[in-house]
Nanobody
Framework: QVQLVESGGGLVQAGGSLRLSCAAS????????MGWFRQAPGKERELVAR????????YYADSVKGRFTISRDNAKNTVYLQMNNLKLEDTATYYC???????????WGQGTQVTVTS
């Protein structure tokens, strides 16, 4: 597993932007596929975006496609989630995740809260 620490969450008005960062430590970062999940109260956890080890392949949930961008800097051991045109329904706790092998993400950050207001 790799240790993950998120930052960048906060309060933003609808239509605004935030950039989440996730700093990794403890294992070679470039060995990990990385992603971002989110969970809102009363809702199921959702995979928002993921990025491959070298950053060439990405995936986005339909709900964020065209608004969110995931990226990584392997030299800085950091993955980012740029969130633009935020909507009320983007309000959630966002978790940075990583996996070195297999299907399941076995490294999780503590989460950072994103709240979008009208």
């Amino acid at each position: 597993q790799v240790q993950l620490v998120e930052s960048g969450g906060g309060l933003v008005q609808a239509g605004g932007s935030l950039r989440l960062s996730c700093a990794a430590s403890g294992r070679p970062f470039s060995r990990f596929d990385m992603g971002w999940f989110r969970q809102a109260p009363g809702k199921e956890r959702e995979l928002v975006a993921r990025i491959s080890r070298a950053g060439f392949a990405t995936y986005y949930a339909d709900s964020v496609k065209g608004r969110f961008t995931i990226s990584r800097d392997n030299a800085k051991n950091t993955v980012y989630l740029q969130m633009n045109n935020l909507k009320l329904e983007d309000t959630a706790t966002y978790y940075c995740v990583g996996r070195e092998s297999g299907v399941d993400y076995d490294s999780w950050g503590q989460g950072t809260q994103v709240t979008v207001t009208s």
